[in-house]
């Protein structure tokens, strides 16, 4: 096995559709065509948010990433903000679509909820965390959180947050050391079904560096 960790490329993105589309289960409550134009506006916006990336490439092929946002340093490239915009249109082309932006809307509404309750500033977010199942149980997953946490210490940065669910594997960053803050509990219904969730907010709180 032939592994790698380096910066986001373009060629990665169709590679990581499918992690993301795969993780946070789109196929479980919408038709295939609609997971993947779902799974597009999630890594699309979340691509609008970061300053720093770290994918892993094993033999060749992106199998997961970490994006960190430096709030203070933060810039979005108007190619970045153009590939939302056209994933979101593409979306709403249908009414599964539609609806599917409605739960994803509902969500960033909940997060930014999550935020305001916890009444704290942080200077940095972990925007996305995302790795193929066939990898996890490796340590890749911890090598990429390390990388994330090397680059905010280089930066200064003295703690950050990130967004999560019970959809994913949460227990990951508890097991990390950081803390949950908040919590929130939403039902969807989509296509006559009902799914109940937990939302949280997640900090940590880096040390600080000491020089000599």
Not at 36 to 44: D, G
Not at 104 to 124: C, M, R, T
């Amino acid at each position: 096995m032939k592994m790698q960790f380096r910066e986001y490329r373009k060629q990665d993105y169709r590679d990581l559709v499918e992690i993301i589309r795969k993780t946070w289960h789109y196929d479980e409550f919408c038709s295939p065509k609609t997971a993947n134009k779902l799974a597009n506006v999630f890594l699309s916006s979340c691509l609008t948010n970061y300053t720093y990336a770290r994918v892993v490439i094993v033999d060749g092929k992106a199998t997961g990433i970490i994006l960190v946002n430096n709030i203070a340093k933060h810039t979005c490239s108007a190619m970045a903000r153009l590939r939302q915009l056209k994933a979101l249109a593409t979306l709403y082309c249908c009414k599964e679509g539609r609806q599917a932006a409605r739960i994803f809307g509902s969500v960033h509404g909940i997060d930014q909820h999550l935020l305001e309750k916890n009444h704290k500033h942080y200077p940095a977010e972990l925007a996305l965390f995302a790795l193929s199942d066939a990898y996890r149980g490796k340590g890749i997953g911890k090598q990429l959180f390390q990388a994330a946490l090397d680059y905010m210490k280089q930066e200064g940065l003295d703690s950050f947050y990130l967004f999560t669910d019970t959809s994913c594997n949460y227990g990951f960053y508890e097991h990390q050391g950081m803390k949950r803050c908040c919590e929130h509990e939403h039902s969807f219904h989509m296509q006559g079904q009902e799914a109940a969730m937990r939302f949280f907010i997640y900090e940590y709180q880096l040390e600080k560096q000491t020089f000599t």
